[in-house]
Each structure stands twice: as C-alpha cells, then as structure tokens.
Nanobody
Framework: VQLQASGGGLVQPGGSLRLSCAASGSGRNFNDGSWYRQAPGKEREWVAR???????DYAESVKGRFTISRDRAKNTMYLQMNSLKPEDTAVYYCKAIRGVITSWGQGTQVTVSS
C-alpha cells in the first residue's frame, strides 16, 4: 500500500492543523493506522494510533489536543491537531498496517512558531 501524507504547514502557537494520510494501491483498506513525528536532532516518536475496530490511543504529550480518525470509504486517516505548541514542530509520518505488511508515508512538515 502507498501512503500520501499532507496537510502540514506553518501555524502559530495555539493554532490548529489537520493532517491527512491517503492510502492507495493493493491493501489500501489497512487495519491499524498510526502517526509518528520526528523533530530535528531527535528520534522518531509515536504520536497516535487507531486500531481496526476504531479504538484510539495517544502519547501523553498530545493527549487531549490531538485526535486521530479515519474514513474507511476514502481509505484515509487523519490527525486533527489543536492547541499546537512549538514543541510539536516536527516532520509527521503516517504508518499503516495490513496483515504482515507495514507501510510508511513520506512525511509532512509541521512548524509551530510565532
């Protein structure tokens, strides 16, 4: 499956962005989906996950501010990010799992700055 992430950009602290991750190709109706991020000079970290049944889970640093969701009809996963902070600045990556196959998107830059 191929993943295309989009929706990143520059936003002021306290602002919002919605990231999208569209799946295409064979196996595009993935089971579990996740978002990760990687800030400059840091390791990639997990942000949020949505399971096949719809259950969600979040890293403590984003809980209450970020919401992961999916539209099965569109084979697309979203990350709604509210109350953004400068420390949320990173390249955000989506990941999808179908069976034993794991796929990654190319990343989209999110910059939170005044």
């Amino acid at each position: 499956v191929q993943l295309q992430a989009s929706g990143g950009g520059l936003v002021q602290p306290g602002g919002s962005l919605r990231l999208s991750c569209a799946a295409s190709g064979s196996g595009r109706n993935f089971n579990d989906g996740s978002w990760y991020r990687q800030a400059p000079g840091k390791e990639r970290e997990w942000v949020a996950r949505i399971y096949g049944g719809g259950t969600t889970d979040y890293a403590e640093s984003v809980k209450g501010r970020f919401t992961i969701s999916r539209d099965r009809a569109k084979n697309t996963m979203y990350l709604q990010m509210n109350s953004l902070k400068p420390e949320d600045t990173a390249v955000y990556y989506c990941k999808a799992i179908r069976g034993v196959i794991t796929s990654w998107g190319q990343g989209t830059q999110v910059t939170v700055s005044s």
